[in-house]
């Protein structure tokens, strides 16, 4: 090898020869172009396009012989980052990136299990954890330009990190966990997490639903049963968590079962599926034959409502026929104990008030969803009550019955079984009572109930009126949980009626309350 210096020695030219100016071509002396110096132009121009053939020839051969250009996973690209030309969709391969598709409600996010047209689970569904921390955890933003509206827009979910929380886990099949249609879609593993997230949920939320569910499948009696009074009595507890509530083992097993099938936790799959299972055949075997539990008790048509509303869950997310003939028999009892005014109250025929009847439009609308058989004049009949309770014309108030004065968990109460039973309302007509909601946002020590009502109404609604009410009420509810001793998970009753549910109920109420991002698709979607 030779030195720089060498080099440098090498490319000097062997003589200094002057220059003379009339040796350029094209000086100012000069009245023509010389021929040899035409031919040599010439000659140099026809070297270059014959480089530049040569060039484009040597790229563009592979690709006539191989159909594309190859993208670094082996597809071929059309610049957008999806493959074309293999016979695959664009769709599929954006299954697993942290955009989905607002159109496209089948996407899958990292780490999530996706269930394909034939049941098997076509993803990684090992947990909670693994669908929120593989995703970007600032707060959800989607910018759309005005006229940009007419194209599918892509929304980026954010999935706030949520540790240590297990999915429900596959069945036994090693199929994934079903996605109820309809109001129940977002119990699945994978809308779940992401629905969690993007609807104002967080990791410490999630976290307090997930102790919630571990102190109630504790305290559930060996029969299958949860008792509303008697529940500290199971051997684990031995008299620890106190707070009793009312006789009703029926109406405390239907509260024990909806936070479990609220968080996409059924009889068929996940880590409860035993829980969720014993807590059904319960409730069947303490079914009569006119479609009402013997163990009702205190409450009676309330209990009734809230087990009702649990069977009809579980049909409508599973489609167990051994669930359906149950289900329809409870549903068949709340039609026949409608009095004529619309209304329900804690025996059959009885008139009406908001508070029952509340629990028994849950039931009917959860019914729908399992494609169970209701008279249409059911609701038309509700629609007279409500009228009947309802303040004034811009919908701003409800009464308990007919002539009362209007307390904020009626003002909730009576809103949301507008939102169920009006087949052609519209957002706009729940103004006035939405306004009155944000005047008398959740406070510690504030009822449970009230907050239940009034959490799904301005969820449903939305915007700035839901985004002020899930700030506080989210917090206030992560911060009264129970967090220590056997009563850790736990919600104690607060306030109002509250007492008389017990710590069962006030636990169920907390934990549909912060379950609400997924436990009901928004009805105005």
Known sequence: MRSSQQVDESLKPESQTEVQPDQFVGVAEEPYFAPRVVLGTMIGVFSCLLLAALLMLMFWLPLLAGGGIADADGGTGDGSGHRVGDGKSNQADDAGNDEVTVFDQE???????????????????????????????????TTTKAADTARPQKQKYTIAPIESLQSPEQGEQGKAQATAPGMFEGRGTAERAKLAASEGGNAASEKAVEEGLKWLAKHQDKSGAWSLDGFSQVDDCDGQCGNPGLNSDAGGTGFGLLPFLGAGYTHNNGKYKNTVQKGLDWLIADQTKEGTFQNCRAGTLYAHGVATIALCEAYAMTKDPKLKAPAQRAIDYIVMAQHQGGGWRYGPGEAGDTSVTGWQVIALRSAQQGGLRIPRSVFTK???????????????????????????????????????????????????????????????GGELYYWYYATQVLHHYGGEPWDEWNHVMRDLLIESQATEGHASGSWAPQGGHDSSGGRVYATSLALLTLEVYYRHKRAFE
């Open 107 to 141: 996407s899958a996010i990292p780490g999530t299990a996706q269930t394909d047209a034939s049941g098997e689970a076509s993803g990684d569904q090992n947990n909670l954890t693994a669908a929120t921390n593989n995703a970007t955890s600032s707060e959800t933003a």
């Open 382 to 444: 509700v629609s007279v009550y409500l009228d009947s309770v309802q303040t004034d014309k811009a919908g701003s108030g409800y009464r308990y019955m007919p002539g009362d004065r209007i307390t904020d968990a009626m003002v909730a109460e009576g809103l949301l079984c507008r939102v169920y039973t009006s087949s052609k309302l519209r957002r706009g007509e729940l103004r006035a009572g939405v306004e009155y909601l944000q005047e008398h946002l959740p406070r510690v």
